[in-house]
């Protein structure tokens, strides 16, 4: 069974911060992606990150694959309130299996202004 | 907007009630899929179908019983819940051959009595 570490579960800082949110694995996967989930809304896709050691970068939104593939992060400059939302990571496991995605618990942040 | 949309966005019922979640994606897409997603728990597959036939039951109770007539629609039909499957439940699409780049509806929040 594939597994994702989401950490923290929560983060609640002042706008104009910096943070940053790990996923973490054991296994393999080929491909992660981050989503962001408001309230009352479905999760909406951010980015997917294939290669081991890419980096993305979405605006302030900044997304690392691990080398080795099993682990992720997500870096915000400058947070904005704009920003408040659960985080979740997603994993795909090798193979072809259509919306095989092992979620993270996600993370919850909370932006002060 | 994300093109996948669900009815009812709320819904309370008794645990013999017998109702159904609803699910029209608007994206052309093959392959549609329900989550489930409680607090504190990463979200769960539930069920998978690609062309409209069934290709993943992630040992879901026979409570919960899926319907897919064709590649836009899918219905989750509900009979006798227990109130833990109060639950946001998620209906998804993605492109069939389109790796694993899915969809997800709003959801529907589901309260059982």
């Known amino acids: 069974t594939q597994l994702l570490e989401q950490s923290p579960q929560f983060l609640s800082i002042q706008e104009g911060e910096n943070l940053t949110v790990y996923c973490n694995s054991s296994?393999?996967?080929?491909?992660l992606q981050w989503y962001r989930q408001e309230p009352g809304e479905g999760p909406v896709l951010l980015v997917t990150?294939?290669?081991?050691?890419e980096v993305k970068k979405l605006k302030r939104l900044t997304f690392q694959f691990g080398d080795a593939r099993k682990d992720s992060s997500l870096h915000i400059t400058a947070a904005q309130p704009g920003d408040t939302g659960l985080y979740l990571c997603?994993?795909?496991?090798?193979?072809?299996?259509?919306?095989?995605?092992?979620f993270g618990q996600g993370t919850i942040l909370t932006v002060h202004p | 907007e994300t093109g996948v949309t669900q009815t009812p966005r709320h819904l309370v019922m008794g645990m013999t009630n017998k109702k159904s979640l609803k699910c029209e994606q608007h994206?052309?897409?093959?392959?549609m899929y329900w989550y489930k997603q409680s607090a504190k728990k990463p979200l769960e597959l539930m069920f998978v179908?690609?062309?409209?036939?069934?290709?993943e039951n992630n040992s879901v109770p026979s409570r919960f019983s899926p319907e897919c007539p064709n590649s836009s629609h899918l219905f989750l039909h509900l009979h006798t819940l227990q109130p833990e499957d109060s639950a946001l439940y998620l209906c998804?699409?993605?492109?069939?051959?389109?790796?694993?780049?899915?969809?997800f509806g709003e959801g529907s929040w589901l309260t059982v009595v």
């Open positions: 179908y690609n062309f409209k036939e069934q290709t």
């Open positions: 994206l052309g897409h093959n392959a």
């Open positions: 296994s393999v996967f080929s491909s």
């Open positions: 990150v294939v290669t081991g050691g």
């Open positions: 998804a699409s993605s492109l069939t051959g389109d790796g694993n780049t899915i969809y």
């Open positions: 997603a994993g795909v496991g090798g193979g072809t299996s259509y919306g095989k995605l092992t």
